[in-house]
């Protein structure tokens, strides 16, 4: 099989394809540290599942207001990402870090 030396392809490959495998690797090494802070810190406790309003500042300036269902939410959403990524040995973060310039 021969190389792919085409320019406009090892430019897409190198700004493109491993940037996005970079991102990909930061956004799951984030969302396992946040989900064990959250875990560490009793983040349920914290943070409880209602619609209670937190005041963090956005209603003076600009930002849409986040509830703890919505927090809570987010927290779901990361842990699904660690275990789609961790699924299967691995499979999915295998591939990314094969392509990852960034380890974390």
Do not use: C
Request: glycine share 8%; no cysteine.
């Amino acid at each position: 099989m021969a190389d792919i030396t085409d320019s406009e392809a090892v430019r897409f490959a190198n700004e493109r394809v491993r940037v996005a495998a970079n991102k990909l690797n930061a956004a799951f090494q984030f969302a396992k540290e946040v989900g064990a802070e959250w875990t560490a810190n009793g983040g349920a406790a914290m943070i409880p599942n209602t619609s209670d309003g937190i005041v963090d500042g956005s209603a003076t300036d600009g930002r849409h207001p986040i509830t703890g269902i919505m927090a809570t939410n987010i927290i779901v959403r990361l842990g699904e990402l660690v275990t789609d990524y961790e699924a299967d040995g691995s499979a999915k973060l295998n591939t990314i870090l094969q392509v990852a310039t960034n380890e974390n």
